[in-house]
């Protein structure tokens, strides 16, 4: 009996921390989903090796830092418009359609800084084509497939996938920044000059926007917003909650007794003077504190952390790359116990309280005169710094309508990168006059503000899932307290 019960105990342990890690969920997805996740993968490998050396690469040109904080104000500038003009067309065009195109500009980029030379050639391509110059998401990619991810989940498991989706992405940006450090110096070690193995990270670069674009041909139809609007979600009774409400603001009102209308295809563009007036509301609050939180993620980008750690301690590209890759993959760990808090403290807490630790590391970040210091204080921040990504985007996506979902989003990421923009020139400038330091104390700063901002605004929100969850625990008490009953009658009989 001992080794069966100790069998069962394993088993059980084992299925809950499955189910705590969003393993199950993870397991039971689409096709589709696990092709969104590759493509996440591919593409942040591309961005983090891009990333590592961009700013290396223009100063290795001889540009000033002025200049290498103007290129990549323009290129986040570029990115909103293009961006925002994919994303508003996206559900009429086809999504698939996007992402390849999205992924073909990855490839134009990347031939034309592989070859060329010219600052304002580099600039266009960047502004035209997609360029990260932060190692974070750029293009219309991020604003698509959260939006598929989202009708292709319910949501009840939709923080675990998002989560996973973060993860892949992290993974891809550590991989990434490791591989590119390496080979980098490398190559020059065997010879080369730095500028040579530069562009050769440009070449794989636009390699990877192909295979990117090959991947993205296989996703199925159901990806699309027509059959995300034929194929409304329910709650446990059959009742669309989605198409009922952008979110739940009373957890009071009873359920409708009539069936839903027929759900209407979505309209071919969605605009904010579109959008329902709760959606548009929360919309406005979310991009107003988001304006902040993306201007401090500007102003230090991982190219410029690298470019700085460079400056400031003399560090090769392969150790560099090994410091940004360690970072990545720390915070990878931590992105997948994201959806499991969550669950048990709600999505906006899940988000202030793992992000607000990260914004007082970076505001910490260049003090330290110590090497050993500077990257505790790097990987730290890397742990918590990206948990709330995941539990923003399932509460993005729960708090309006699905077909204003792609939409939303990429008005969502434009107003972000809008405000991005002026990040690197903002550094760049106080970098040119000795005052690199002040960008990290003040990105810190700001970022802290956005946490106590979402958490003023947002805590007490009842979104979609709310109602699902809180019946399921109904549910759950009241078998516990039939069983219970039953229990006690039965030792009272047992007693007689």
Same mark, same amino acid.
């Given at each position: 009996?001992?080794?069966?019960?100790?069998?069962?105990?394993?088993?059980?342990?084992? $299925?809950?921390?499955?189910?705590?890690?969003?393993?199950?969920? @993870?397991?039971?997805?689409?096709?589709?989903?696990?092709?969104?996740?590759?493509?996440?993968?591919?593409?942040?490998?591309?961005?983090?090796? /891009?990333?590592?050396?961009?700013?290396?690469?223009?100063?290795?040109?001889?540009?000033?830092?002025?200049?290498?904080?103007?290129?990549?104000?323009?290129?986040?500038? !570029?990115?909103? @418009?293009?961006?925002?003009?994919?994303?508003? %067309?996206?559900?009429?065009?086809?999504?698939?359609?996007?992402?390849?195109?999205?992924?073909?500009?990855?490839?134009?980029?990347?031939?034309?800084?592989?070859?060329?030379? &010219?600052?304002? =050639?580099? *600039?266009?391509?960047?502004?035209?084509? %997609?360029?990260?110059?932060?190692? &974070?998401?750029? !293009?219309?990619? +991020?604003?698509?497939?959260?939006?598929?991810?989202? $009708?292709?989940?319910?949501? &009840?498991?939709?923080?675990?996938?998002?989560?996973?989706?973060?993860?892949?992405?992290? *993974?891809?940006?550590?991989?990434?920044?490791?591989?590119?450090?390496?080979?980098? #110096? !490398?190559?020059?070690?065997?010879?080369?000059?730095?500028?040579?193995?530069?562009?050769?990270?440009?070449?794989?670069?636009?390699?990877?926007?192909?295979?990117?674009?090959?991947?993205?041909?296989?996703?199925?139809?159901?990806?699309?917003?027509?059959?995300?609007?034929?194929?409304?979600?329910?709650?446990?009774?059959?009742?669309?909650? #989605?198409? #009922? #409400?952008?979110?739940?603001?009373?957890?009071?009102?009873?359920?409708?007794?009539?069936?839903?209308?027929?759900?209407?295809?979505?309209?071919?563009?969605?605009? =904010?003077?579109?959008?329902?007036?709760?959606?548009?509301?929360?919309?406005?609050?979310?991009?107003?504190?988001?304006?902040?939180?993306?201007?401090? /993620?500007?102003?230090?980008?991982?190219?410029?952390?690298?470019?700085?750690?460079?400056?400031?301690?003399?560090?090769?590209?392969?150790?560099?790359?090994?410091?940004?890759?360690?970072?990545?993959?720390? /915070?990878?760990?931590?992105?997948?116990?994201?959806?499991?808090?969550?669950?048990?403290?709600?999505?906006?807490?899940?988000?202030?309280?793992?992000?607000?630790?990260?914004?007082?590391?970076?505001?910490?970040?260049?003090?330290?005169?110590?090497?050993?210091?500077? =990257?505790?204080?790097?990987?730290?921040?890397?742990?918590?710094?990206?948990?709330?990504?995941?539990?923003?985007?399932?509460?993005?996506?729960?708090?309006?309508?699905?077909?204003?979902?792609?939409?939303?989003?990429?008005?969502?990421?434009?107003?972000?990168?809008?405000?991005?923009?002026?990040?690197?020139?903002?550094?760049?400038?106080?970098?040119?006059?000795?005052?690199?330091?002040?960008?990290?104390?003040?990105?810190?700063?700001?970022?802290?503000?956005?946490?106590?901002?979402?958490?003023?605004?947002?805590?007490?929100?009842?979104?979609?899932?709310?109602?699902?969850?809180? +019946?399921?625990?109904?549910?759950?008490?009241?078998?516990?307290?039939?069983?219970?009953?039953?229990?006690?009658?039965?030792?009272?009989?047992? !007693?007689?």
């Amino acid at each position: 009996m001992a080794p069966s019960s100790s069998s069962t105990t394993a088993t059980n342990f084992a $299925h809950k921390a499955a189910q705590e890690l969003g393993l199950i969920t @993870l397991s039971q997805c689409s096709k589709d989903i696990y092709l969104l996740l590759l493509t996440r993968f591919i593409r942040m490998f591309a961005y983090g090796s /891009s990333t590592l050396i961009l700013a290396l690469y223009f100063a290795a040109l001889g540009h000033s830092d002025t200049k290498i904080g103007l290129f990549m104000s323009l290129t986040l500038v !570029g990115d909103v @418009l293009i961006s925002l003009a994919l994303t508003m %067309v996206a559900d009429s065009l086809g999504r698939r359609r996007i992402l390849i195109l999205g992924a073909l500009l990855m490839t134009l980029s990347g031939a034309v800084f592989a070859t060329l030379s &010219n600052y304002w =050639i580099l *600039l266009l391509a960047a502004v035209v084509g %997609v360029i990260s110059p932060s190692g &974070n998401e750029i !293009g219309p990619f +991020r604003a698509v497939e959260e939006s598929t991810i989202a $009708h292709l989940s319910d949501a &009840n498991t939709r923080s675990d996938i998002f989560a996973w989706y973060v993860v892949f992405g992290t *993974l891809g940006t550590a991989g990434g920044a490791l591989a590119c450090g390496w080979v980098t #110096q !490398g190559l020059q070690a065997a010879g080369w000059s730095e500028l040579a193995a530069f562009r050769l990270v440009f070449w794989i670069y636009a390699a990877i926007g192909l295979v990117k674009a090959g991947i993205s041909l296989y996703l199925s139809p159901a990806c699309e917003a027509q059959q995300a609007a034929a194929k409304p979600e329910e709650d446990p009774e059959g009742i669309d909650l #989605q198409e #009922q #409400q952008p979110f739940l603001a009373d957890g009071n009102s009873a359920a409708p007794a009539a069936a839903p209308p027929k759900p209407k295809p979505p309209p071919k563009k969605y605009g =904010i003077t579109t959008l329902s007036p709760k959606s548009r509301a929360t919309l406005i609050r979310l991009c107003a504190l988001f304006f902040f939180d993306s201007l401090a /993620s500007g102003m230090v980008p991982n190219s410029l952390i690298a470019f700085f750690m460079e400056r400031k301690f003399g560090m090769p590209q392969g150790k560099l790359g090994t410091i940004l890759a360690a970072a990545s993959f720390v /915070s990878s760990i931590g992105n997948i116990m994201a959806s499991s808090i969550a669950k048990r403290i709600g999505l906006v807490k899940t988000m202030v309280f793992t992000h607000l630790p990260s914004a007082i590391f970076l505001a910490l970040f260049p003090l330290p005169p110590s090497l050993v210091i500077t =990257i505790i204080l790097l990987v730290a921040r890397a742990s918590l710094s990206s948990m709330d990504q995941a539990p923003r985007s399932a509460f993005l996506s729960a708090v309006v309508l699905p077909e204003e979902r792609t939409a939303v989003m990429g008005i969502v990421n434009t107003v972000k990168t809008m405000s991005q923009s002026s990040g690197p020139l903002i550094t760049g400038t106080l970098a040119g006059g000795g005052r690199f330091w002040v960008a990290f104390v003040v990105a810190g700063a700001l970022k802290a503000s956005y946490d106590i901002g979402m958490l003023t605004m947002f805590v007490g929100m009842r979104i979609e899932g709310d109602r699902q969850r809180e +019946r399921a625990d109904d549910d759950n008490a009241a078998r516990e307290s039939d069983e219970h009953s039953r229990t006690s009658e039965e030792a009272a009989d047992q !007693g007689k």
